[in-house]
């Protein structure tokens, strides 16, 4: 563990420690890795309900007559298609096209848009939105008013409406609304990072602890950063550093559908478009272990003793009772089926790609 007084820390800290979660450096904030178990905790949230800490996740707000032309400028997907209350996953490029960061756009109204970005990339993806505000919009950093609690899993429904006056059926998909929750004020959004059902809730610093109690009052099971990522990869959701970075485009992390081409410009659109008539030679797939082992983040993929790629996310998949993983391989050998070795400790150990999400929820 790292000395935590160097650390970050959310408005959770001291509830964390006093359920007595292991605590980890991660990206520089204090966060929880585990409370009872990673296993556990990923089974509550595949068949319960699993709460989890994620105010370190950091949020930005565009404001002015013209927020929607610096989102659009800015992001990838078309923010024009969002109505008030919707959300939308996009992304912010550099001009060679590489990732800055993927994000959530959230519009508020035809002149706000609230945007949640990644923990350790919230100061640079301020920087590179302000420096591209050529716009009648603002740009500030919101993070230090908000904590973030993340609430998943088939029963969160249930479990969140007796929290909340605001009706939590009606709200779809990639959806949000302002209210209460637990008392408190709150925005009230239907996304997730889990591949479960459930809701992200927004709330000022000060009321985290009021809705975290409410929520494990209730049965909630506490859920650390360890579920989180066995879950996320599952459900095949990139993560920042390992699926997706400076050094790849939204076209090789299987992201194309989260581009809008026909958009009039944004930021990276003329590097996409010479990757598209050039066409890409490496592409993100999904693998399952065939030999005994497990394919870690950053091992070496070879084909026919050759170095093909290398494993950005791999681990165990409770739900499947699998070792699987995500890579990056040559666009020729990019589809299910292709056998693989992953290069464990000098080892060459069999696997093969797979159709992806490994796991998607029954509707």
């Known amino acids: 563990m790292s ?34 178990g990673i296993l556990d905790e990923h089974r509550a949230v595949r068949t319960g309900v699993g709460v989890f800490d994620v105010s370190h996740m950091g949020e930005l707000v565009i404001r002015g007559p013209q927020a929607l032309d610096l989102v659009n400028w800015i992001a990838t997907n078309d923010a024009s298609k969002l109505k008030t209350g919707q959300v939308q996953y996009s992304a912010l490029l550099y001009e060679h096209g590489g990732f800055v960061d993927d994000i959530l756009v959230h519009k508020v109204s035809d002149d706000e848009y609230f945007i949640c970005v990644n923990a350790s990339n919230q100061e640079k993806d301020f920087d590179h939105i302000a420096a591209e505000d050529h716009f009648q919009a603002t740009v500030e950093n919101a993070g230090a008013r908000y904590a973030q609690i993340a609430i998943q899993g088939p029963k969160a429904v249930e479990l969140c409406q007796r929290l909340t006056t605001t009706l939590l059926e009606p709200i779809r998909y990639y ?25 992200e809730v927004y709330v000022s610093p000060e009321d985290a602890s009021t809705v975290w109690d409410a929520v494990c009052s209730l049965g909630a099971q506490p859920c650390g950063l360890g579920a989180r990522n066995t879950l996320r990869l599952e459900a095949k959701m990139a993560l920042y550093g390992h699926e997706i970075d400076a ?34 030679h490496r592409k993100l797939v999904g ?7 497990i394919g870690r983040d950053g091992y070496e993929i070879e084909i ?21 993983g995500l890579c990056y391989l040559p666009i020729a050998h990019a589809v299910p089926g292709q056998k693989i070795n992953v290069i464990i400790r ?10 992806t999400p490994f796991y998607k929820r029954a509707k």
């Open 304 to 324: 026919d003793g050759e170095k093909a790629g290398w494993v950005t996310s791999g681990g165990p998949a409770p739900t499947l009772g699998k070792n699987i």
């Open 346 to 355: 000098g080892v060459g150990v069999e696997a093969v790609t797979v159709p």
């Open 247 to 280: 050094t790849l485009s939204p076209f090789e992390a299987d992201l194309a559908w989260m581009v809008k081409m026909d958009k009039p410009n944004f930021i990276g659109k003329r590097a996409l478009e010479k990757q598209k008539a050039a066409g890409i």
């Open 3 to 36: 000395d935590s007084a160097a650390l970050l820390t959310t408005p959770l800290n001291a509830t964390h420690r006093r359920l007595g979660a292991k605590m980890v450096d991660f990206g520089g904030w204090d966060m929880p890795v585990q409370y009872k």
């Open 287 to 293: 693998f399952e272990m065939v030999g005994r082992g």
């Open 175 to 199: 959806w949000f609304t302002d209210g209460e929750f637990a008392g408190v004020p709150a925005r009230i959004a239907r996304t997730g990072y889990t591949g479960e059902d459930g809701f």
